[in-house]
């Protein structure tokens, strides 16, 4: 078997990517780049992807490294973050940007250029292959438009100014837009090869197809749950649905990637904590971080990163016997750190840090343990665990290592898209869960979900409508499993699930007197939780407008620019 690794490339390439400060829709051709010296091999093409393989997301490079959740309800930041935050967006306080901000097509232009001038080169050895990362790459620049801003002029090709149709041409339907990106992963996976015919640096078919079902389950239960409302689509989303169900179930049947596993105490704490995932069976694509060598670092060496966890996320851990903890006879409370992980998931365990844990062994064999959290750069006092190195390096100046690697795709995201997608169609049954849910249950050593007995939750999350009680279920593995990897925003926008964060403010854990004396004057709630945000956010709580803030602005010289451009609802 092969695996998908990224390792963060140098190799510069400007004479090919760069551009003027014109928006992109407004430039002219590169006919500087349109010569008989470069598009002669398929290493011409190999090393013009190269510079997009580092647009994907990877962990910051100074300061801090924050969660690619922070900002959401169940990760907060601190004082001293130094990262991007969903905060403003969950609070309803982002303003219209005058130009720029997120309206971007800088990259989408560059991939058009390279699909226009790829079929120059004779199509042999990975000639096709790289073409087909090339439609993967656009899939993947308008996923991330399609994300932000819903309706999108479809633009495949490099435009000049004579392209009056398009430059000043109205916005495609989210659903033609949603159509568009998974045709492009169509021909992506047609084109693209498998992981073991391209080594283990590059896209592979596999990682486009289980991009098509992330891309697919997103279109889908956003169309299912925006229904009536401004945002919504032009169906229902069962057609996204079935295509998000049979891309997961293509990847799950090809065979290439298996869980990770091992002691139910570790496995899940160790995959997220390696520097080379090359031989890791359930990574599909990664960066790759090396300090010594290419001085390219994270910041994961500075613990904590400047976030913590949110109470209200530790609420979906269930008890050891598989039932919530409102049910549970094995719970034994939550309100202070030293009970929080008694008879829990194990998976809780391995993302959180709470008093007695390992903190640090140095090289001479020293054990630190953990104590109070460091308050300053840990709003809630639930510091997370989760990519937490626990051994210090002489050559690092006796620091934790800059080099853990940031997963971008993995196996597990593919097991839940199935069930996920499965449930929204009911369709869901117990050999669905079984080769899905019940396979990452049976890593984290957590009983069976069996959805013929599931226990009623009374504290089931507020979705601001019932679910049945498979698909609650569902979206809990979800959230536990996928926790702190960047997926919370899609989520609770998808699921347009605004009734869960509206008007509350996530709080930390209690401020009790071992914290306090080391940490006074905190804020807290009336009841005694750690409360950072009071005062922070606008309000009593988030004050996100659900008839608005579903989706950004667009800036207002695109609307001047083009007077075919509607802003989005709400704004």
């Known amino acids: 078997m092969k695996k998908i690794y990224y390792i963060v490339a140098t190799i510069t390439i400007g004479i090919v990517l760069n551009s003027c400060e014109k928006d992109v829709l407004e430039r002219t051709p590169l006919d500087e780049i349109s010569n008989t010296d470069f598009w002669t091999s398929e290493g011409d093409l190999q090393l013009y992807l190269n510079e997009l393989y580092n647009t994907f997301p990877g962990w910051a490079g100074s300061g801090a490294a924050p969660s690619p959740d922070i900002g959401t309800d169940i990760v907060i930041e601190s004082s001293e973050w130094f990262g991007s935050s969903f905060t403003e967006r969950l609070d309803g306080t982002l303003n219209i940007p005058a130009s720029g901000g997120s309206w971007n097509w800088e990259n989408v232009r560059s991939v058009n250029f390279f699909l226009e001038n790829a079929s120059r080169v004779e199509p042999e050895g990975l000639v096709n292959h790289y073409i087909g990362e090339g439609h993967f790459f656009r899939a993947w620049f308008y996923y991330t438009l399609f994300r932000n801003y819903g309706d999108l002029p479809i633009i495949t090709k490099v435009l000049n100014l004579e392209d009056t149709d398009i430059l000043f041409g109205a916005r495609s339907s989210r659903t033609e ?4 990106i998974l045709d492009e992963l169509d021909t992506a996976i047609a084109m693209m090869r498998e992981g073991s015919e391209v080594g283990p640096s590059r896209l592979n078919r596999d990682v486009a197809t289980q991009f098509k079902a992330r891309v697919a389950l997103y279109a889908g239960t956003w169309e299912k749950y925006h229904q009536g409302t401004d945002f919504a689509g032009d169906t229902n989303g069962s057609g996204f649905l079935q ?18 596993t091992g002691d139910p105490n570790e496995a899940y704490y160790n995959l997220f904590i390696q520097t080379d995932y090359s031989t890791n069976s359930e990574v599909m694509l990664y960066r790759h971080y090396d300090y010594l060598g290419l001085n390219i670092q994270n910041s994961l060496w500075n613990q904590p990163n400047a976030h913590g966890m949110s109470r209200e996320m530790t609420k979906y851990y269930l008890a ?9 006879p094995n719970f034994m409370g939550d309100a202070t750190l030293a009970e929080l992980e008694v008879n829990r998931d194990p998976r809780l365990a391995q993302s959180v840090m709470v008093p007695g844990d390992l903190d640090f062994v140095a090289e001479n064999g020293t054990v630190t343990l953990f104590s109070v959290p460091f308050m300053t750069r840990c709003p809630t006092a639930l510091a997370i665990e989760k990519w937490r190195s626990k051994e210090i390096f002489a050559e690092l100046n006796n620091q934790r290592t800059r080099d853990i690697g940031f997963i971008i795709f993995r196996y597990a995201e593919a097991l839940l898209i199935y069930a996920e997608a499965k449930a929204e169609l009911g369709t869901l049954t117990q050999a669905d869960v079984d080769i899905t849910i019940n396979l990452l249950r049976d890593r984290a050593g957590m009983p069976h979900l ?15 409508y019932t679910l049945t009680d498979y698909l609650y279920e569902v979206r809990r593995e979800r959230t536990v499993e996928l926790f702190g990897e960047g997926n919370r925003l899609d989520d609770l926008m998808r699921w347009r699930a605004h009734s869960i964060f509206v008007g509350t403010r996530p709080k930390g854990t209690t401020y009790t007197p071992d914290i306090e004396a080391e940490f006074p004057n905190l804020t ?8 950072p945000y009071l005062g922070f956010i606008s309000g009593n709580g988030f004050g996100f407008d659900p008839d608005r803030d ?4 667009l800036p207002t010289n695109e609307l001047t620019l083009n007077p075919n451009f509607d802003q989005n609802p709400g704004w």
């Open 320 to 328: 050891s016997d598989g039932l919530p903890i409102s049910v549970s």
């Open 524 to 531: 807290v709630d009336e009841n005694g939780f750690l409360d």
């Open 243 to 260: 295509e998000a169900q049979d891309a997961a179930k293509s990847v799950m049947d090809a065979g290439n990637y298996t869980l990770a």
């Open 550 to 553: 579903y989706l950004l602005p």
């Open 450 to 464: 069996n959805i013929g007995a599931i226990a009623m939750d009374p504290d089931w999350p507020n979705y601001g």
């Open 177 to 180: 837009v949603a159509n568009f």
